[in-house]
């Protein structure tokens, strides 16, 4: 079964939405999401979009 995750994310005004499959993401793929979240967000709000 096949999963995909879903991400948007607003660069200088544009909008962009980005697909992956689940199974292609890698451990230092999530880790760069999270980091990018808890730079924007406080801890508890990245989590929970996590």
């Known amino acids: 079964m096949n999963y995909r995750y879903e991400t948007r994310y607003v660069l200088q005004e ?3 939405t980005l697909y992956f499959e689940l199974g292609s993401l ?23 979009m996590l």
């Open 14 to 16: 544009q909008a962009y």
């Open 26 to 48: 890698k451990y230092q793929h999530t880790a760069a999401v999270r980091v990018a979240l808890n730079q924007r967000y406080s801890p508890a709000t990245a989590q929970k």
